[in-house]
């Protein structure tokens, strides 16, 4: 998880190289899939001090890549972030593409699906994108993260099947039932959270602790979606790494959980049958 001089990797890189030169191109407003021989550039004097200034902020006062440039990645498509939302970061980008698919009796006459906990709204954005006929509801509780949802809708022009709403969880979602219920909540244990790096206090703790055992808010998410999905409909969870007391808990739910290249594997899906709905 730590890189050069204590820095903590993960929140959108794994190896320091990688999120130093993502850095210096990004600061020095150069493309990210530059040519290496760019590395052998001389800099100004003024692009000089600002790609120290930004390194600085970077090592000594630990603030985030994403924080400093405004700006993340997932599923090949760029967000802006700032401190009022969880760095992107999910399983579901690879998840979404080829495995949920074959769960759903015609995804091609999906009509309604929601992202629990949108924060940023990259996953409802890239819900839109995957069901191109269905309405997507972006639900948080933080205001501020809303408002960073909008810009990115706006900025990929999905205005029109996209919207956010202030919710707890799903209690303030518009009426109706959904097709497919995903959420990526928060799912740390408190006491992990408070020991967490420098790096990741700086994203809001509410988009981050989830109680004692990681699991309050996935309890209430799979109570309340038993009223709120179709017939033959889905609930998507991340829960990290929650998956042994998750099974403990919700093994008779029959959760099928996803694979993922690091395997991890810590999405499930739980069909709306095994909720009650029929």
């Known amino acids: 998880m730590y890189g050069e001089k204590g820095a903590a990797m993960g929140q959108i890189a794994t190896e320091p190289r990688d999120e130093a030169l993502y850095l210096i191109l990004s600061t020095l407003g150069l493309p990210l899939d530059s040519d290496p021989t760019v590395l052998d550039r001389s800099l100004s004097a003024a692009e000089y001090a600002g790609v120290m200034q930004v390194l600085k902020r970077r ?12 700006e993340a990645w997932l599923g090949g498509l760029k967000f802006y972030v700032d401190e009022r939302v969880l760095i992107p970061r999910s399983y579901f980008v690879e998840i979404l593409p080829t495995q949920v ?32 006929k269905a309405r997507v509801e972006g639900l948080d509780l933080s205001p501020g993260a809303l408002e960073v949802a909008g810009k990115n809708v706006r900025r990929h022009r999905l205005s029109k099947r996209v919207r956010l709403v202030q919710s707890d969880l799903l209690s303030g979602a518009p009426a109706g039932r959904y097709d497919v219920i995903l959420s990526n909540p928060p799912y740390e244990p408190t006491a992990h959270v408070d020991r967490l790096p420098r790096e990741f206090k700086h994203e809001p703790r509410l988009a981050l602790d989830g109680g004692r055992d990681g699991l309050d808010l996935v309890r209430r998410l799979i109570r309340e979606s038993a009223s709120r999905l179709k017939p033959g409909g889905i609930l998507m969870i991340e829960v990290g790494g929650g998956r042994a007391p998750f099974d403990r808990e919700f093994g008779h739910l029959e959760p099928h959980w996803f694979h993922t290249e690091d395997g991890s594997d810590c999405v499930c899906l739980i069909q709306a049958a095994r909720l009650g709905v029929r």
């Open 59 to 70: 090592l000594e006062e630990h603030v985030p890549a994403a924080y400093i440039t405004r």
């Open 101 to 132: 698919d074959p769960w759903l009796k015609n995804p091609n006459k999906v009509s309604r699906v929601v992202d629990v906990c949108t924060g940023s709204g990259c996953l409802a954005i890239l819900l839109a994108r995957h069901f191109r």
